[in-house]
């Protein structure tokens, strides 16, 4: 029934399915899924004579007679004598030929509009009417009346009657798709009623109700699709159980120059129980910037690499692929296990040399990025997956390198703390590790809200840093989706400072429209302190290490979310020495207090939270490929603790296969099927 063209409803004939299709309905479930905007309360009648000045009321008349006017050209004025039960006034229409005809004098009609007066007497400027018995009366109003999003070519009356018609059709044919225990123990509405509150509720009550079932039936569906994916990826999968290490992991920490913080301790004790363990690792390594994810997670590829298996680092760009890379080596030099980088700029020779390697196994570790999960690359023994920047990649992708094993430990990283809601959405079935304590001799990074007029301060800051023998970056954030402009923007500012300001200093340059190789020497040539001023687009966002640099500046800072931000402050205060970041801005007082939450924290946990309830979780990635679906009711945070709730219970349904029971079947082919258009 819900699978029927919109077209098959009465009144809707080819051009208005062509505009209904434009507002992504195309059949008659679509359109009992287009939830009204917001919902105007008409149910109170009031009396023409006693509104107020500029007060939207409702109200039952009888027409009395018609007059007609042009006020201008284009604009017609179709004006009732009207008859209430207490005094008359005037209802007026415009540019609305037809009404005449529809109200002809005599008529019992009840009106909705914004009411003024002319002297004494009371003109209603009609937003809404209805004819009393006549076939669609109560829907617009006497009632809590639906507002729905349109497009052109559709009106909120003809849409109203539309999905009226439609709830009625499906009456009784729209099946329940919660097993009745679950709706029980929340006291949900059933499926229809839910959905028809929706639309027409009776009362604000119900309206909640309403919500709440359809809120929860969605992110319960989410997540349970979620739950069985991975339920499906490891059912009959022996996944690998890391046992034997020789001491390698002990040996690896040893030999850093620094002792682990016990949160690092803590979740490293986490990761390795996982995977010894025989069942698949599925862990989310979450921390704040410069908490040491990276040392954490090659212990991780210590202990794979040493009981005889391989593992797989991918990053989402190529400066990243090449710095873990590059740390990898240095850390792993003392236990002689090589690291081979592989990435789209990798030379064919070398690619060959290395896809060999892996293929053999005798290269044992790789880091790398979307190259690694092209089709000719193939491992001997994959163990062990790491994702970096988990957000920046889809689900498929993710699955992609995971295939390239048999069933492989997977360890996820996040590079700036997620909120919890987000986490849960987005991860669903993951484990979480959190590393929540920054290692010792961190200083806080100070950081500047300033205007245009102050940035000369900026530059001697800047100077003095410089002077002292650190080094700088000058940030000049993405304005659109390209990063085109952001790089002209870079360019322009490189040329200015290296000219102007910095005439006796290197200043460098990069931003996304370099080739990755271009890219990849400016970065050395900053961390081998041969470039003082870096200035970059937000593609040194993604955890960039270089300790010696203390100051950044960020030109337009309101443009970026608090989150990206502190992210990127994160490039800075990585070493023992003082570190600046200062956020140039305009005089938008909104934009300063945003700014200010940044100025007072440096809890990137807290400036998360405070960025996605600012932003909402759209903005909060700032980019579409987060892997979190678009809800049609459910929004988050606000909806966290339904969100929980569905999350356990999923958890429930698939550890303890209820999901195989007959009164669990169609909620489970909706989990199904919201994943598999998913990963389309
Ligand atoms: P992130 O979590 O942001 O990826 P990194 O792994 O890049 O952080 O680590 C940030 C810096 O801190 C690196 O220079 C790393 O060598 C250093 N580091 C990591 N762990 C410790 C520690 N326990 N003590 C001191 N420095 C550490
Ligand atoms: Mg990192």
Redesign the pocket.
């Known amino acids: 029934m819900c699978d029927r063209p919109v077209a098959s409803l009465k009144y809707v004939g080819p051009q208005k399915a062509a505009r209904l299709n434009r507002l992504g309905i195309q059949t008659v479930g679509d359109l009992l899924w287009h939830f009204p905007r917001r919902y105007e309360d008409r149910r109170q009648l009031k009396e023409l004579a006693a509104a107020t000045p500029g007060e939207i009321i409702t109200v039952q008349v009888t027409i009395k007679a018609w007059e007609e006017k042009e006020i201008r050209p284009r604009l017609r004025l179709f004006r009732a004598l009207v008859q209430g039960r207490r005094g008359s006034g005037y209802a007026l229409w415009f540019n609305q030929p037809f009404i005449k005809r529809q109200l002809p004098a005599g008529s019992e009609v009840i009106l909705t509009g914004k009411v003024n007066y002319r002297g004494y007497v009371p003109e209603i400027q009609v937003s809404d009417y209805e004819a009393l018995g006549q076939g669609d009366s109560g829907l617009h109003t006497g009632r809590i009346v639906p507002f729905y999003p349109l497009t052109a070519g559709l009106s909120q009356r003809w849409l109203r009657l539309i999905v009226y018609l439609a709830l009625e059709e499906v009456q009784g044919e729209l099946p329940e798709i919660l097993p009745p225990s679950l709706c029980q123990r929340y006291r949900l509405l059933p499926r229809y009623q839910a959905i028809k509150y929706m639309h027409f509720p009776p009362d604000a009550a119900a309206l909640h109700q309403a919500r709440r079932r359809l809120k929860y039936e969605e992110l319960l569906v989410w997540e349970l699709g979620l739950s069985l994916s991975r339920w499906q990826r490891e059912a009959g999968l022996r996944g690998v159980a890391h046992t034997l290490d020789n001491g390698l992991v002990r040996q690896l920490i040893a030999s850093l120059p620094?002792?682990?913080?016990r949160a690092?301790e803590r979740v490293l004790a986490e990761i390795l129980a996982d995977m010894e363990d025989p069942r698949p690792m599925a862990r989310l390594l979450q921390?704040?910037?410069?908490?040491?994810?990276?040392?954490v997670a090659a212990a991780a590829m210590v202990k794979a690499v040493a009981g005889g298996w391989q593992a797989a680092l991918m990053a989402p760009t190529e400066v990243l692929a090449e710095q873990h890379g590059q740390t990898l080596q240095k850390i792993l030099a003392p236990l002689k296990i090589p690291v081979a980088v592989l990435t789209g700029s990798t030379s064919r020779a070398g690619r060959e040399v290395i896809l060999a390697g892996l293929a053999t196994g005798r290269l044992p570790l790789v880091a790398g990025t979307h190259a690694l999960i092209q089709e000719d690359v193939t491992f001997k023994a994959l163990g062990l997956v790491v994702i970096d920047e988990q957000h920046r990649f889809g689900v498929d992708q993710r699955a992609a390198l995971q295939a390239k094993g048999q069933a492989p430990d997977l360890l996820v990283?996040t590079?700036t703390p997620i909120p919890r809601t987000l986490a849960l959405a987005i991860y669903g079935d993951l484990d979480v590790s959190l590393?929540d304590e920054l290692?010792?001799?961190r200083q806080p990074v100070t950081t500047r809200i300033l205007t245009e007029k102050q940035r000369a301060k900026a530059y001697q800051l800047i100077r003095r840093e410089i002077e002292k023998g650190h080094q700088a970056y000058v940030i000049c954030p993405l304005i659109d989706e390209s990063d085109s402009v952001a790089a002209e923007a870079a360019i322009a500012m490189a040329k200015k400072l290296q000219e102007e300001v910095f005439p006796e200093y290197a200043v460098g340059l990069v931003h996304g429209r370099l080739k990755p190789a271009e890219k990849e020497e400016v970065m050395n040539a900053f961390r081998e302190g041969k470039i003082a001023v870096l200035v970059a687009t937000t593609v040194v966002e993604v955890?960039v290490?270089v300790?010696n640099a203390t100051v950044m500046l960020i030109e337009g800072a309101e443009r970026l979310g608090l989150a990206q931000l502190h992210q990127l402050r994160?490039r800075v205060g990585?070493g023992t020495a003082p570190s600046y970041c200062l956020l140039i801005t305009g005089n938008s007082q909104a934009a300063r207090e945003r700014l200010a939450v940044l100025a007072s924290s440096q809890d990137g946990f807290a400036i998360a939270e405070a960025d996605l309830r600012l932003r909402g979780p759209g903005e909060f990635f700032g980019t579409r490929q987060h892997g979190l679906p678009e809800f049609r009711l459910a929004r988050l945070p606000e909806d966290g603790r339904i969100l929980e709730q569905a999350r356990q219970d999923a958890r429930l349904i698939c550890r303890e296969n209820l999901w195989q029971q007959p009164e669990y079947r169609q909620l489970y082919l909706a989990a199904k099927e919201k994943l598999a258009s998913l990963q389309l």
């Open positions: 620094f002792k682990l913080t690092q921390g704040d910037v410069g908490s040491g994810k990276t040392v990283m590079a590393l290692p010792p001799g955890g290490d300790p994160g990585r």
